[in-house]
């Protein structure tokens, strides 16, 4: 079965630092999601993707993120100037459809940052 | 220092029984509804997900349940085996007609008893 898939598991930066996270999505989906879920709290929504610009995003993806699909496979999230607070499972998920379809997730990239 | 995280609902139950989770969603003009297991370690996994024109849909061993005057969504799994012990949430779409970005609910910790 296709999966979402992201590397790596897990991340450990220098507060300051840029990271950038990788997601390959499922390959027949047209529309990507970043999602971030604090130890012990819910899964939130950062931002969606699609036709190569950002659909929508929330509060929380301020300009210290970035999203890109460089090519035909990968979509990134890029976070500059890292803090602590940025801690946190990051989820990349993917539909084949923006309407009434279930969104498929990858396992996560465990970001820490020291 | 500590971080506070959320308490969640926790539910017990024996083998072989049927569990039912429940949700309360907080916006009435949601109108695609997900449920997730979220296993530890591991990202969301789809389970089943419900229109709003429904009221009930069943899949293999699960049934969603969808109550919109009260805005309820329930998850009722039918003979429950270890492995469905994990954590539950419900995920509304918080942009109907708009791109498919997902609210998630607090999650149920669900454990089964051998």
């Known amino acids: 079965e296709p999966e979402v898939t992201q590397t790596p598991s897990h991340q450990v930066t220098q507060m300051g630092q840029e990271v950038i996270l990788r997601c390959v999505p499922i390959?027949?989906?047209?529309?990507f999601y970043w999602y971030r879920q604090i130890l012990g709290q819910k899964v939130e929504f950062l931002v969606s993707?699609?036709?190569?610009?950002?659909?929508?995003k929330s509060e929380i993806f301020d300009d210290q993120f970035s999203v890109e699909r460089p090519d035909g496979s990968n979509f990134t999230l890029k976070i500059r100037s890292t803090k602590l607070e940025d801690s946190a499972m990051y989820f990349c998920?993917?539909?084949?459809?923006?309407?009434?379809?279930?969104?498929?997730f990858g396992d996560g990239t465990r970001l820490s940052i020291l | 220092g500590e971080s506070v995280g959320l308490h969640l609902p926790t539910l017990s139950v024996q083998e072989g029984d049927n569990s039912i989770i429940n949700c309360a969603y907080s916006?009435?003009?949601?109108?695609?509804f997900i449920w997730y297991k979220q296993e530890s370690g591991k990202g969301p996994q789809f389970i089943i997900d419900?229109?709003?024109?429904?009221d009930k849909r069943q899949g293999q061993r699960v049934t969603v349940l969808l109550n919109k005057t009260v805005k309820h969504l329930s998850l009722q799994i039918a003979a429950t085996q270890p492995g469905d012990s994990a954590v539950y949430f419900c995920?509304?779409?918080?942009?109907?007609?708009?791109?498919?970005?997902?609210?998630f609910g607090t999650g149920t910790r669900l454990t089964v008893i051998p």
């Open positions: 916006n009435s003009a949601s109108d695609y």
């Open positions: 993707f699609y036709n190569n610009e950002i659909s929508e």
């Open positions: 390959s027949n989906h047209l529309y």
């Open positions: 998920a993917s539909s084949e459809r923006v309407q009434d379809q279930p969104q498929h």
């Open positions: 995920a509304e779409n918080i942009s109907p007609g708009g791109a498919n970005n997902l609210f």
């Open positions: 419900i229109r709003s024109n429904m």
